[in-house]
C-alpha cells in the first residue's frame, strides 16, 4: 500500500524503508552509502604564503570537503572518555552488578530495533564477546540486504566464568525493511514492547500480532514488558538513508513514549566513516566527522545527541580489544540508565502495572 507521496506504508500507517542506492564503485576506492570517500586521501597541491607549493590530504564526507589543514579532528576529546584496562574491569564490573531497582523485576529487557543491516544482532555478538573473553556470535548475523532475524529473541548477557547472568536481556527482532510485506508493522513492535509477543515469535506482516496468536500473553507482567528502547543506525548510511526512514522512527518514538519507556540510539560502524577512528577506536570522541554524523543521526530520528552513543562492533576480528570493549560497555551502561529511569517511573505504583494505551 502507498500513501499519496508514493511511499510504501503498513498497518497504522507506519511507513518502511526502501532500497538505499548505491554509487558507482569505479569512481571511488571506498563509498560510504551515496557519499564517495576515498581509501587514499588525495593530494591537494596549493601555495603558501611565501610561495612554497605545499602537499595537504584531504576526503570528502557528508559533502564537505575535510582536510589536515582543518583537522579532522580534535586534540581534547568533546565528550569524556577513559580508556584503560582498570575503565574496562569497572564497566565489565557495573554491568555485571546491575540489577533492576523495581524488586518484582530481574531483568531489565531491552529492545533494539532499526534498519536492516544496521548492526543490532552484531552489537549483541560484541558484548557477549566481551564477557566470554573472546569473540564470539551467538546472535545470527547476516550479510543480506534481507532481515537475517525473523523471529523475538532475546538474549542474556551472562558475566564472566563463574559469575551469575548480569540483569540486562538484549532482544534481537527482525529490522525494518523496504516493503509491507518483508518489514516490521507499528501494530507488531507495540505488541512487543507491552509484552504480549511470547519468545522466539516469528513475525510476518500477513499473520500480525492477535489475542489468537499461539502463546499470546494476555496479562502482561512488568517483567514481560520492553523496559528500554534503542534504535540503531548505521553512520556509513546516515546520509543515504530513505527521507521516509525519518518518519517511520517519528511515528515509533511517539507510540514508544505514550508507553511511557524511554528510548536512545547506537551509531554503528563508526570505524567506516573514520580513517583514525578506524585505526585507533579511541580516536572516536576527537573526530569532527563522528560528530558531524551524530548531529545527522539525532536529525535523523528526532532525537538529542545526548541520547546517542557511537560503538564500533566486532566483525572480522578474532582477538578482544580493551578500547572496543570501552565502547562497548559503556554504550550498555548507558542503556541501562535509561532503563532505570522505567523502573523508577513505576515502582510507586508498587505492584501494579504501568498504564498504557492499549490501542494502536
Not at 529473541?153 to 516493503?179: A, R, W, Y
Not at 583514525?276 to 566527522?289: G, M, P
Request: net charge neutral.
Amino acid at each position: 500500500m502507498q500513501n499519496e507521496r508514493g511511499e510504501k506504508i503498513g498497518s497504522s500507517g507506519f511507513h518502511f524503508l526502501s532500497t538505499v542506492p548505491t554509487t558507482n564503485t569505479a569512481t571511488a576506492k571506498f563509498t560510504i552509502g551515496t557519499t564517495l570517500v576515498n581509501d587514499a586521501p588525495s593530494q591537494i597541491t596549493s601555495k603558501s604564503s611565501m610561495g612554497r607549493k605545499e602537499n595537504r590530504s584531504s576526503y570528502r564526507f557528508l559533502d564537505m570537503e575535510v582536510s589536515s589543514a582543518t583537522q579532522p579532528w580534535l586534540v581534547s576529546q568533546w565528550r569524556d572518555m577513559e580508556w584503560t584496562e582498570e575503565q574496562r574491569t569497572n564497566l565489565m564490573k557495573t554491568v555485571s552488578s546491575y540489577r533492576p531497582s523495581c524488586g518484582e523485576v530481574t531483568r531489565a529487557q531491552v529492545l533494539l530495533l532499526g534498519p536492516v543491516g544496521a548492526g543490532k544482532s552484531s552489537f549483541i555478538s560484541s558484548v557477549q564477546s566481551v564477557f566470554n573473553g573472546r569473540v564470539t556470535n551467538r546472535a545470527m548475523v547476516g550479510s543480506f540486504s534481507s532481515s537475517f532475524t525473523k523471529k523475538l529473541q532475546p538474549f542474556n548477557i551472562h558475566g564472566q566464568k563463574g559469575e551469575d547472568p548480569t540483569g540486562v536481556v538484549l532482544c534481537d527482532i527482525m529490522g525494518l525493511s523496504d516493503g509491507e510485506m518483508t518489514g516490521l508493522t507499528l501494530h507488531d513492535v507495540l505488541s512487543v514492547i507491552k509484552g504480549h509477543v511470547p519468545e522466539g515469535h516469528k513475525f510476518s506482516p500477513s499473520h500480525p500480532v492477535t489475542c489468537e496468536t499461539v502463546g499470546y500473553v494476555r496479562r502482561p507482567s512488568l517483567q514481560d514488558q520492553i523496559h528500554c528502547v534503542v534504535f540503531v543506525v548505521d553512520a556509513s548510511k546516515v546520509i543515504s538513508y530513505p527521507k521516509g526512514l525519518s518518519t517511520t522512527f517519528q511515528q515509533l518514538r511517539e507510540h514508544i513514549s505514550d508507553l511511557g519507556v524511554h528510548q536512545v540510539a547506537l551509531l554503528t560502524h563508526v570505524d567506516k566513516v573514520c580513517p583514525d577512528t578506524a585505526k585507533d577506536v579511541t580516536n572516536v570522541y576527537k573526530s569532527n566527522i563522528i560528530q558531524e554524523v551524530m548531529n545527522k543521526a539525532g536529525a535523523l530520528l528526532g532525537m538529542s545527541t545526548s541520547y546517542i552513543v557511537p560503538v564500533k562492533n566486532y566483525s572480522s576480528e578474532l582477538n578482544l580489544d580493551v578500547n572496543t570493549d570501552v565502547l562497548l560497555l559503556h554504550a550498555v551502561d548507558h542503556i541501562l540508565q535509561y532503563a532505570d529511569l522505567y523502573f523508577q517511573d513505576n515502582t510507586t505504583q508498587d505492584t501494579e502495572l504501568p498504564k498504557v494505551k492499549t490501542s494502536y
